[in-house]
């Protein structure tokens, strides 16, 4: 009987089955229960020796039911696994390398140059006070040169930047200038890149924001030689050993004196060679100096500035980009198209 019991439990075959045997046995209706509930019809000898043979057989068949559950299961999750088993010799998803942006490239090959030469890179803020990207820089409020920035405002009175906290698109990065100086002691050099935006109409060589690289040079007895110097530097290890510096009379309301500066430049592939204007520069306008010193008393510091020499410059990034390459339409600059892009994956 018992042998007959455990077979029908060997032979399950599916976990389903075996369930079944086990109700068809030891359930409340099963073969096992129902003799189990007989036991009290035997006389007294023979109940207690079938009642411990019923028991014993019991305790066999929860065993039996419990190793072969067991082992069912274990079947299943093998043949799950045998039928889900990956392939890993499958190709995978193609994951292309990405690659800084050119822009970013030639941002950090300049500051590269500028920190050979012992300049520290700094930055400031793209949401600017008016009164650092106008007032401090001596473009006071009815001032033309205002005209020359058309400003992105970001608080509704537009033009009044004596309202304290008035916030505007930073049209350069030459706010940096005072930012650095109204914390920090001269001497020093640094320059300072970043994104600037200008509300212009839009076409192949304008845009809404482009990228300016800013440099400052504050000590004693820094001179115009210095900063013709600084820039000749730059256009060496930009254009190799025959780059030349020109400088012509400008104005911007900062520096005095003030120019505009280019930069010979070969075209390795046509062997030509043009001037090509690279951006503004000049002596930092006493003004400037005399703001910051008066930045530097309200806030508690030594006023330093006053008497200082310094040589400012700040110049287009997208120009030496788009001549080298060459670029026809700085639009493509920002469209983010992937064939664009990539085609500057030899960089750093
Ligand atoms: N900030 C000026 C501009 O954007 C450039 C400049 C910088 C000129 C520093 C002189 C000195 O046009």
Redesign the pocket.
């Known amino acids: 009987m018992l042998e007959d019991w455990l077979q029908q439990i060997e032979e399950a075959s599916s976990l389903e089955a075996l369930e079944a045997a086990r109700v068809r046995l030891l359930g409340k209706k099963g073969e096992l229960t129902q003799k189990l509930k007989q036991l009290g019809k035997l006389p007294p000898e023979a109940r207690r020796e079938e009642g411990r043979r019923l028991n014993e057989a019991k305790r066999a068949l929860e065993a039996a039911i419990l190793t072969r559950r067991e082992a069912l299961k274990r079947e299943a999750l093998g043949a799950r696994l045998a039928q889900e088993a990956l392939d890993v010799t499958l190709p995978g998803l193609a994951f292309p390398p990405g690659n800084t942006h050119v822009l970013t490239q030639v941002l950090a090959e300049l500051v590269g140059i500028f920190q050979r030469m012992g300049y520290q890179a700094v930055l400031g803020p793209e949401a600017e006070e008016a009164f650092y990207n106008f007032d401090a820089?001596n473009i006071p409020e009815h001032h033309p040169a205002r005209d020359?920035?058309d400003t992105f405002w970001l608080t509704t009175t537009p033009k009044t930047s004596q309202i304290e906290g008035a916030k505007l698109l930073r049209?350069?990065?030459?706010p940096i200038?005072v930012r650095y100086m109204s914390q920090h002691t001269p001497p020093f050099k640094i320059v300072a890149p970043g994104k600037?935006f200008r509300h212009e109409a839009t076409d192949a060589t304008h845009e809404a924001m482009f990228h300016?690289l800013?440099?400052?040079v504050v000590g004693d007895n820094i001179t115009m030689a210095d900063l013709k110097g600084a820039l000749l530097a730059m256009a060496r290890a930009l254009y190799g050993p025959e780059a030349k510096v020109n400088f012509r009379p400008?104005y911007?309301p900062?520096?005095e004196p003030?120019?505009?500066f280019e930069v010979w430049w070969t075209n390795p592939k046509t062997g030509k060679g043009t001037w090509l204007e690279l951006?503004?520069?000049?002596m930092?306008h006493p003004e400037v100096f005399r703001a910051v010193d008066e930045l530097r008393r309200a806030k508690g510091l030594a006023p330093i500035y006053t008497g200082k020499t310094g040589?400012?410059?700040?110049?287009?990034v997208e120009r030496i980009a788009m001549l080298r390459y060459p670029i026809p339409d700085i639009r493509a600059f920002f469209q983010n198209r992937i064939p664009f892009l990539t085609q500057f994956r030899g960089g750093a």
Do not use: K, N, P, R
């Open positions: 820089l020359m920035h049209t350069h990065t030459s200038q600037v300016q800013e440099g400052l400008s911007f900062f520096v003030g120019v505009e951006g503004g520069a000049g930092v040589f400012a410059f700040g110049l287009g």
